[in-house]
Every structure is written in structure tokens, then in C-alpha cells.
């Protein structure tokens, strides 16, 4: 791994902190790589849909295990767009994960669907297929809403429990799109995030595990038609490069650009997931008897885009680890139906997405944290728990 991993500590760049994201050493690791691609697209200027974006995709189809991977313009869109190939429309319910980022739900609420909040399991923090099932009866039960589709989110980095949900799917006719922002990395019964659904969208964010220098996202499918369609509505609802719409479609694709700086951060993906599991692991087993460590089911493997305990006292940890200069996160505060933009869409019974969100702490982990940062981290966790 001295590909990835620094020998000794590096400096920040004011000060001692140890960042819970940090770009810029992985970009002075890339450094030679990132400009000779970019310069590349720089010389030929084909900046929408050249040809690294074609390259791109056919890398991406190949490392998930999917048979077509569209390029788009971010993880929201990619949503948005899976759902608008699928046809899901106002009066469709779509079942979402109560405890996630709000763009899960806003994608739904966006093509006029109405996203319905399932609770989700305290131990993985997905969806919980048990609760998935209540909410889908109860829904159709009530006739307001046609049940239409399933997105699942794979919070973390750790795929959600495919095999239940797509159970649960096939008893009442659902399509299951994958939310797998977080996940592109991670594996579930030796299938990769990607190819763990019929229809799949993950996020190039600068902070997701294969990020790139701006917005960017990609949609996965086995399903030629859906593919198809995807392509037209990323490109304004055309069939090609003419001027006629066939569908209503948006500006949704990934610049040239973008599709560079991917490429050369796809060589070192693995190495890359390998350390993010390496300093999991070093986490897991210093902390496991103080907080709640993450628990990733045999046969699954985690991205880690985020590494979330779980504690009681999360806020006292948190102000001690920022006193201690330890960057942590809070993913996230609110559930998704306490946000204001939810409001219309509020439900009851969804007490362990609101306990989540007392308890929830993510700690520093990205692939170029040096092995004495790592200590550091568990000595403060450790120091502020009184261990």
C-alpha cells in the first residue's frame, strides 16, 4: 500500500488538524496523472462527451460487474434521470430511507412523485426490509398513492440488504433503483455496488470514495431500454447530436473534464479501498468496546465513504475531538422527514432514523490518513471516553 499510504504524518495546511476529508494529498499523489489527462482534453477540445467520457463508462460497466454505465452530471441527477427512464410520475410512491441525505427524496419530489419514509436498521442504518414491506402495504392499502419503485440507499459506503428488498419488490410489482452515492467501492455476495439492482445511480462528489474535481455521477443498468433512454434524457431529450427532442430530457451530462480526473483516480481505486478497509479495521478493533463501531454482515464489504459510530454522548465526543484537533462529521442531524422540504411528505414511526441522528459520528478516513493519524484518532476517542 505505499502507493497510497504515506510512511509518517504529513503536515496540514495551517495547522496540526487531522481533516475528516483531505483532498489535497490525494491530489499531489495524482498530481502528474490528473494534468497529462486533463491536458489531453485541453488539446483536442471535444469538452462535452469526448471521448474520456466513453473510456470512462466502459471502465465503469466493466469494474462494477454492470453491462451499461451513462455518465451524468451528478448523484442527484442520476437519480432524477433513472427516474424519469422508469416513467415514475406525480401520484407514483417512491419508498426512500427515512435516515439519508436529503437529495434522495428531493430527486423523487422533483419529477412530482412523492417519496414515502421507511425507518431503517439501527445495526447497518439501511433500509429496513421489514419495515419497507409495512409501508408498501399500508400505502396501496390507502389508495392515494400508486406504489412504484423502491430506492434504497446504501448510507456509508455498506450496500443495503438487496436480496429482501428486491423480495419485497417482486410480491408487489416495484423496480428498485439503487442509491448508491456512497457505495461505488462496496460488494454484497461478491457483487459490486453498481450491479445490485435493475436500475443503479451513484455520485462523483469530491468526497465519495472515487470523486472527482466538481459535480459528477453515473447510472448503472442491465436493462437496455433503460439505458437508451437515460442517454436521451441526460442530453436534452434527444436520440443524438440533432436538434430533435424525443423526450423531455435536461442538461445532464459529464463533462469531458470531469471523465479525466475519474480516469486517472480509477487506476488507484483499489488500492485505494483496500487502505480505507485497512484503517476501518485499525478503528474497529481499538474502539469496538467504547462506541459502536460499524457492523458490515458477512459477505458484504464497505466503501467507508464515511466511518459512523455510534454514541450516546455524540455531541460532549464531538466538541472533545474538535478541542483535540480531530475533523468529524455529523451525517445526519435531521431525518429526512424533519427536513422543512419534506414537510407535505411527514410520517410517524420512524424512531430509529430520529435516535440515529442524536447518536451518529463519522471520524476522520480517506486513503492517504498516515497510520500516526490513525493512533491519534483512537487515543482522542479513547481520552474523551475515559478509556
Sequence with gaps: MAQVRPATALPAANDDRIALFDLQRQRARLDGEIKTRIDTVLAHGQFILGPEVTLLEERLARFAGAKNAIAVSSGRDALMIALMAMGVKAGDAVFVPAFTFAATAGAVASVGASPVFVDVDATSFNMDPAALEEAVVRVAAAGKLTPRAIMPVDLYGLPADYPAIQAVADRHGLTVLADAAQSF???????????????????????????????????????????????????????????????????????????????????????????????????????????????????????????????????????????????????????????????????????????LTREVLSLPLHPDLTDPEVDRVIEAVLDASGA
Design 185 to 355: 467501492g462496496g460488494e454484497l455476495g461478491g457483487r459490486r455496488a453498481g450491479a445490485l439492482a435493475p436500475i443503479s445511480a451513484t455520485s462523483f462528489y469530491p468526497t465519495k470514495p472515487l470523486g472527482c474535481y466538481g459535480d459528477g455521477g453515473a447510472i448503472l443498468t442491465e436493462d437496455e431500454t433503460l439505458a437508451e433512454s437515460v442517454r436521451m434524457i441526460r442530453s436534452h431529450g434527444r436520440t443524438g447530436t440533432g436538434d430533435e427532442a424525443t423526450v423531455l430530457g435536461l442538461t445532464g451530462r459529464l463533462d469531458t473534464i470531469q471523465a479525466a480526473v475519474l480516469l486517472a483516480k480509477l487506476d488507484v481505486f483499489d488500492l485505494e479501498l483496500a487502505r480505507r478497509r485497512e484503517i476501518a479495521a485499525r478503528y474497529d478493533a481499538a474502539l469496538k468496546d467504547i462506541v459502536t463501531v460499524p457492523t458490515i454482515p458477512d459477505g458484504s464489504e464497505s466503501a467507508y465513504a464515511l466511518y459512523t459510530i455510534r454514541v450516546d454522548k455524540r455531541d460532549a465526543l464531538k466538541e472533545a475531538l474538535d478541542a483535540a484537533g480531530i475533523g468529524c462529521g455529523l451525517f445526519y442531524r435531521l431525518a429526512l422527514h424533519q427536513h422543512p422540504a419534506f414537510r407535505e411528505f411527514v410520517e410517524d414511526g420512524l424512531p430509529v432514523s430520529e435516535q
